[in-house]
């Protein structure tokens, strides 16, 4: 068999095996693009690893392809050094004249592109676009190394994460060609969170490379000291249920000893009721704190609210209102964690250095804890009765939990050279839409003479911002699957979100471009 009908017959072979994988249809000629992936240092792979899922090292995913990044941008010199970085491609909309979506994938593994009924797929949809969904370095199976030491980790930063994108961007350009007209492709970035703020920064640094962004609740100041989020959770939770939280707290400090110890039998028996025995006292204290926080980051307060009203209903006092907490976390928020267990509080388990593609604490608290900090502080300036978290969860906690996870002392967040890069949260430039949900706690990772600006403008250096104000409009809410039962706030968010990019893109269906705009 001739060299060129091999490769047709495994592009047609990928093509195939990606619809099944991911419930793609894929147009007649849509393996156009990855047929042309093998050049320039793009490889074209299917990879199926044939491992159970949720056993250690298990990355099971169909249509995966690999790029070749460099490992050290900022290397001077002869610079070979690279890695593997997996990314995926929709290509289900695409007719050859819309724009490419960048989706940046943030903190954790990448399993797929964001097609389907997701919003970015809708947007696909309606401007006829190619997704292209990439894995961030040192998160799923994008590792440069075999293991997360201390040393390996000096790679992992905002600033690598970014020019990862531009080399993405430039080399997957290039082997895409021109769109049917002739004329260059328009990208654009998405991302939520911290991939949004990535989203945000690279509209930023490479305004010729990345026409527009959608940011959706991107923290763009770089916070040490992070009171503010606790300030946010007692304005989203109702009165009755801060109050019940708030006697939580204090049942569960009366019953725990000193920090930093496991506390006695008092303090045990309690652990036991979380199934948490194995934590230290402070380490206890933030998994209880992120309980919390957790449930209004994801629109779960309602969850959370209801546990604990059932209690009272009940007659029950603090002890009872504990055990509510209690049956609520193990339900609600054990599953979230990475090992499904509190161990992932551990300090010790933060130590270790082992990779598994689903596992990403180790490798975000390294970016909090060297580069933006974002620590969730007990607001130190109200009184002890007004807090969402204990107070023993407080700055000198995280330092001691960065230098027990990583060995370095000191190692602090750079904040200042995060807001030297990127502009801090002035972000003078134009096309992005930033998004946050009202009971969102890191809206308020913005100085807050900005955030009341672009509340008060509708936007800022000919960007837009929107508040999505509607119950349990949490962190991301406007990135989930579109429903025919949304609330009426969100669906008006998403509607400008593609009304604005339609115009900013100069797209087919663009309308009252200059209120979009």
Same mark, same amino acid.
């Given at each position: 068999?001739?060299?060129s009908?091999?490769?047709? $017959?495994?592009?047609?072979?990928?093509?195939?095996?990606?619809?099944?994988?991911?419930?793609?249809?894929?147009?007649?000629?849509g393996?156009?693009?990855?047929?042309?992936l093998?050049?320039?240092?793009?490889?074209?792979?299917l990879q199926? /690893?044939?491992?159970?899922?949720?056993?250690?090292?298990?990355?099971?995913?169909?249509?995966?392809q690999w790029f070749?990044?460099?490992?050290?941008?900022?290397?001077r010199?002869?610079?070979t050094?690279t890695?593997?970085?997996?990314?995926?491609?929709?290509d289900t909309?695409?007719d050859?004249?819309?724009?490419?979506?960048?989706?940046i994938?943030?903190?954790?593994?990448?399993?797929?592109a964001?097609g389907?009924?997701?919003?970015t797929?809708?947007?696909?949809?309606?401007?006829?676009?190619?997704?292209?969904?990439?894995e961030?370095? #040192?998160?799923?199976?994008?590792?440069?190394?075999s293991d997360?030491s201390t040393?390996?980790?000096?790679?992992?930063?905002?600033?690598q994460?970014?020019?990862?994108?531009?080399?993405?961007?430039?080399?997957?350009?290039?082997?895409?060609?021109?769109?049917?007209?002739?004329?260059?492709?328009?990208w654009?970035v998405?991302? =939520?969170?911290?991939?949004?703020?990535?989203?945000?920064?690279?509209?930023?640094r490479?305004?010729?490379?990345?026409?527009?962004?959608h940011?959706?609740?991107?923290?763009?100041?770089?916070?040490? /000291?992070f009171t503010r989020?606790?300030i946010? $959770?007692?304005?989203?939770?109702?009165?009755?249920?801060?109050?019940?939280?708030?006697?939580?707290?204090?049942?569960?400090? %009366?019953?725990?000893?000193?920090?930093?110890e496991?506390?006695?039998?008092s303090?045990? /028996?309690?652990?036991r009721?979380?199934?948490a025995?194995?934590?230290?006292n402070?380490?206890?204290?933030?998994l209880i704190?992120d309980?919390?926080a957790?449930?209004?980051?994801?629109?779960q307060? =309602? *969850?959370?609210c209801?546990?604990?009203?059932q209690?009272? $209903?009940?007659?029950?006092?603090?002890d009872?209102?504990?055990?509510?907490?209690?049956?609520?976390s193990?339900?609600? #928020?054990?599953p979230?964690?990475?090992?499904g267990?509190?161990?992932?509080?551990?300090?010790?388990?933060?130590?270790r250095?082992?990779?598994? %593609?689903?596992?990403?604490?180790?490798?975000?608290?390294?970016?909090?804890?060297?580069?933006?900090?974002?620590?969730?502080?007990?607001?130190?300036e109200?009184?002890?009765?007004? =807090?969402?978290?204990l107070?023993?969860?407080?700055?000198?906690y #995280?330092s001691t939990?960065?230098?027990?996870?990583?060995g370095? *002392?000191?190692?602090e967040?750079?904040?200042?050279?995060?807001?030297?890069?990127?502009?801090?949260a002035?972000?003078?430039?134009?096309?992005?839409?930033? /998004?946050?949900?009202?009971?969102?706690?890191w809206?308020?990772?913005w100085?807050?003479?900005? $955030?009341?600006?672009?509340?008060?403008?509708g936007g800022?250096?000919?960007?837009?911002?929107?508040?999505?104000?509607?119950d349990?409009c949490?962190h991301c809410?406007?990135l989930g699957?579109?429903g025919?039962?949304?609330?009426?706030?969100?669906?008006a968010?998403?509607?400008?979100?593609l009304?604005a #990019?339609q115009?900013?893109?100069?797209?087919?269906?663009?309308?009252n471009?200059?209120?979009a705009s």
């Open positions: 068999m001739a060299s009908q091999r490769r047709e $017959l495994r592009v047609a072979l990928l093509s195939a095996l990606v619809s099944v994988g991911s419930g793609l249809n894929s147009p007649a000629d393996g156009r693009s990855r047929q042309k093998q050049e320039l240092g793009v490889q074209n792979l199926v /690893t044939p491992v159970a899922p949720g056993q250690p090292g298990a990355s099971v995913w169909l249509g995966a070749k990044q460099t490992l050290d941008h900022f290397k010199g002869e610079n050094e890695f593997d970085q997996k990314y995926f491609v929709d909309h695409y050859g004249s819309g724009p490419v979506i960048l989706y994938n943030g903190e954790a593994p990448l399993y797929s964001p389907g009924s997701s919003f797929g809708y947007m696909a949809q309606q401007m006829k676009a190619m997704i292209v969904a990439v961030h370095r #040192f998160y799923g199976d994008s590792h440069p190394f997360m040393s390996s980790l000096r790679y992992l930063n905002s600033a994460a970014l020019l990862d994108l531009r080399k993405f961007r430039i080399t997957y350009d290039q082997q895409l060609g021109p769109r049917q007209d002739g004329t260059p492709h328009q654009v998405v991302g =939520g969170s911290y991939a949004g703020s990535l989203a945000a920064w690279s509209r930023l490479f305004p010729h490379l990345f026409a527009a962004a940011a959706s609740s991107a923290p763009i100041e770089a916070i040490d /000291t989020f606790d946010q $959770l007692q304005q989203s939770l109702p009165q009755g249920c801060q109050d019940m939280v708030r006697q939580v707290n204090q049942a569960i400090d %009366a019953r725990l000893g000193p920090a930093n496991t506390g006695g039998e303090a045990i /028996t309690l652990k009721i979380f199934d025995e194995g934590l230290t402070d380490d206890f204290s933030y704190a309980s919390v957790i449930a209004v980051q994801y629109g307060k =309602g *969850k959370l209801d546990r604990l009203n209690a009272a $209903l009940e007659g029950a006092g603090p009872q209102l504990v055990e509510a907490f209690a049956s609520y193990k339900r609600v #928020f054990y979230t964690l990475e090992t267990k509190p161990e992932a509080y551990d300090a010790g388990y933060l130590q250095p082992n990779i598994a %593609a689903e596992k990403n604490a180790r490798q975000w608290l390294w970016q909090q804890c060297s580069e933006f900090g974002w620590f969730q502080t007990f607001p130190a109200q009184p002890a009765e007004t =807090g969402m978290r107070k023993r969860v407080d700055r000198k #995280f939990l960065c230098t027990r996870a990583f370095l *002392k000191p190692l967040p750079d904040v200042q050279t995060v807001q030297k890069n990127y502009a801090g002035e972000l003078n430039t134009s096309r992005i839409f930033f /998004t946050f949900g009202r009971d969102d706690p809206q308020s990772a100085p807050e003479g900005a $955030l009341k600006r672009m509340e008060r403008e800022h250096g000919g960007g837009k911002y929107m508040r999505i104000e509607c349990d949490a809410v406007d699957h579109i025919y039962d949304e609330q009426p706030a969100l669906h968010t998403r509607a400008a979100i009304a #990019f115009c900013w893109l100069d797209l087919p269906g663009a309308s471009c200059k209120e």
